[in-house]
T-cell receptor, first 112, second 113 residues
């Protein structure tokens, strides 16, 4: 099993739709979780951190389920500009080595 | 806020040549990461520095790759000799401390012919 797994998609949705992505991780000692957005031929950019109690930033909601070892990202009222690849990042907190591990990303296409 | 600065943005070289990629992290950030991204393998961590010290280089593909961080404001990733399979986008990222979010540079798009 890969350390961090995401459905590559693409998720093809109309404007205004609600879409959700999941990201599963294998290391139960994982401590920090983030969602990044990457546009074509650009660098990944932080979208939001994921907190244990869940958190919201405008149209975006992130949740963490430690028991089932996954994080999720919900996008409400999708905009054309939301089209991008969404990457989850998981980091363990054990030992002296700290390796943020990225999923392969989920592609989102929002169409008119 | 200048962000993470990488150079060059693009590099085209012939197989066997030496390639040096450069990175200036955000001032005050203690951790620096080098990643490589390809369509086939996604984002792969090559090496991670904390306070200028290499902590984990298990992702470095082979001895042809080396990385240094002589001070808190500069790091290099060198490939010698380069091979066509090294073609990828190489990203440098820095973070304030171990568990804080990564901030990426614009990347260096390397093509080895």
């Amino acid at each position: 099993r890969k350390e961090v797994e995401q459905d590559p998609g693409p998720f093809n949705v109309p404007e205004g739709a609600t879409v959700a992505f999941n990201c599963t991780y294998s290391n139960s000692a994982s401590q920090s979780f983030f969602w990044y957005r990457q546009d074509c031929r650009k660098e990944p950019k932080l979208l939001m951190s994921v907190y244990s109690s869940g958190n919201e930033d405008g149209r975006f909601t992130a949740q963490l389920n430690r028991a089932s070892q996954y994080i999720s990202l919900l996008i409400r009222d999708s905009k054309l500009s939301d089209s991008a690849t969404y990457l989850c990042v998981v980091t363990p907190a054990s030992g002296g080595s700290y390796i943020p591990t990225f999923g392969r990303g989920t592609s989102l296409i929002v169409h008119p | 806020d200048a962000g993470v600065i990488q150079s060059p943005r693009h590099e085209v070289t012939e197989m066997g040549q030496e390639v040096t990629l450069r990175c200036k992290p955000i001032s005050g950030h203690n951790s620096l990461f080098w990643y490589r991204q390809t369509m086939m393998r996604g984002l792969e961590l090559l090496i991670y520095f904390n306070n200028n010290v290499p902590i984990d280089d298990s992702g470095m593909p082979e001895d042809r790759f080396s990385a240094k961080m002589p001070n808190a404001s500069f790091s290099t990733l060198k490939i010698q000799p380069s091979e066509p399979r090294d073609s990828a986008v190489y990203f440098c990222a820095s973070s304030l401390w171990r568990e804080s979010p990564l901030h990426f540079g614009n990347g260096t798009r390397l093509t080895v012919t």
